[in-house]
């Protein structure tokens, strides 16, 4: 693992040519849907939400999305997107969490798809996401399985090789999130660090929060 950042604004011009993103976010919403009623009332917040493949996703089922990320290069992107597809219930923040940047709102769904492996200390982030969703509503995050290392090429800015879900369901309960459980979301294929072709699995949390 290694404690410097990655430069996502590097990659964002060449984010999406990988398709194996795109068929992700496709999996990620539908597993999302399976779980949560979607409905045209909602407002969501894609956290880490990079060029927008999930956020644009959501889009046409719910009343706005907000993309958070931290970096600039990817909202450019995504920014880039919003005006060429002309959609007006769709916008973006950069946030820095590390840098001290709050994160602001109400929601009623936070979504993070493959972001919590980049964040250090994940029950901090918990407990922000937790502050900003309505009460009774949801936080849905899709991550790695526990994978040893071998998803990433390089492990620059990597804090987590995956996850244990039962270790990550204890970091939701801690923070108050009720009805904690997860699913199988998707899985993708792809080289390892080692050059083998490997499947990895990528699991989906929910988490709700207490309406009292």
Sequence with gaps: MS???????????????NPARSKLADDIVRAISEQ????????VMDFGCGTGL????????VRSVTGVDSS???L???????AKQKVDNV???????????????NYDLVVSNMTLHHIKEIGP???????????????????????????HEDNTGVFHFGFDRAAL???????????????????????????EMRRFSIFLMIGRKRSD
């Excluded at 404690?3 to 040519?17: C, G, L, S, T, Y």
């Excluded at 949560?36 to 407002?43: N, R, V």
């Excluded at 450019?76 to 919003?82: A, G």
Aim: aromatic share 8%; with cysteine.
């Design 3 to 17: 404690a410097e950042k990655r430069d996502f604004d590097k990659e964002a011009a060449k984010w999406d040519e």
């Design 36 to 43: 949560i009623d979607l409905t045209d009332d909602m407002d």
């Design 54 to 61: 999930l956020a644009l996703r959501l889009q046409p089922i």
């Design 72 to 74: 600039k290069g990817m």
């Design 76 to 82: 450019d992107i995504f920014n880039e997107k919003i």
């Design 91 to 105: 916008s973006t923040v950069l946030v820095d969490l590390d840098k001290g940047d709050p994160l602001r709102g």
């Design 125 to 151: 982030l918990l407990a922000q996401l937790y502050e900003v969703i309505a009460p009774g509503s949801y936080l849905c995050i899709s991550d790695l399985d526990l994978d040893g290392g071998q998803f």
């Design 169 to 195: 369901q204890e970091d939701f309960l801690k923070v108050g999130f009720d009805d904690v459980h997860s699913i199988n979301a998707a899985e993708m294929a792809k080289p390892s660090i080692t050059g």
